[in-house]
């Protein structure tokens, strides 16, 4: 498969665990978004990177998540001190400059 | 930031009718207008998108007209079938173009 691909594709936590999320982008495409979706809403931007450079993040990004994207190719998101509300499915994107963007399948996080 | 609204947020239609879904986005500057469907547990997938300098776009059954002046665009798929269930997201690139903003979604479902 030489799509998007996110790992894991599950993860359930408790309350107050680190998780850290993986997303493989297509090979070469130098744009990187993340986003969260939740049941019956559109995604949500989170955070959006060319190459390794972190351009631009929303303010849905409290100061327990972080993003990374150490080379320009594969980039990860952790959450630190995980919240219930935090439980939703988190997407990755890319693009290579202004063409179409692909979605990776997602990592649904449940946090109990 | 970019505001898009979505309607109808869901729509049923006999196999073989036509569907349209609108989208009305805020920011002028935004150039690029995607439209993903997305089917129950799976990522979302582009089916078409439009530019800013293009006023409709065509892919056998799906169509997209942009009109800059009022700030909306649509999606238009004829004959449908009952694969064509699923939900839609349309999208705006905003002013730098470094996310995409998602309308609410559009479930449609074709009722064979």
């Known amino acids: 498969d030489t799509g998007v691909s996110q790992d894991p594709r599950h993860k359930i936590t408790k309350r107050g665990q680190n998780v850290t999320f993986r997303c493989d982008p297509i090979?070469?495409?130098?744009?990187l978004y993340w986003y969260r979706q939740t049941l019956g809403q559109g995604p949500e931007f989170l955070t959006y990177f060319q190459n390794e450079a972190q351009l631009e993040k929303s303010r849905l990004l409290s100061d327990r998540f972080s993003a990374e994207r150490p080379k320009g190719s594969f980039s990860t998101l952790e959450i630190q001190r995980t919240e219930q509300g935090d439980s939703a499915m988190y997407l990755c994107?890319?693009?290579?400059?202004?063409?179409?963007?692909?979605f990776g399948q997602g990592t649904r996080l449940t946090v109990v | 930031g970019e505001n898009v609204e979505q309607h109808p947020s869901t729509l049923s239609v006999q196999e073989g009718d036509s569907a349209v879904i609108k989208c009305t986005y805020s920011d002028s500057a935004s150039n690029y207008f995607p439209w993903y469907k997305q089917e129950l547990g799976k990522r979302p997938q582009l089916i078409i998108d439009?530019?800013?300098?293009?006023g409709e776009k065509k892919d056998q059954r799906i169509a997209v007209t942009l009109n800059k002046t009022a700030k909306h665009f649509s999606l238009h798929i004829t004959e449908t079938q009952p694969e064509d269930s699923a939900v839609y997201f349309c999208?705006?690139?905003?002013?730098?173009?470094?996310?995409?903003?998602f309308g609410t979604g559009t479930s449609l479902t074709v009722i064979p």
């Open positions: 090979s070469e495409h130098n744009r």
């Open positions: 439009i530019r800013s300098n293009v």
């Open positions: 994107a890319s693009r290579a400059g202004l063409t179409e963007a692909f």
């Open positions: 999208a705006a690139d905003g002013r730098t173009g470094n996310q995409f903003y």
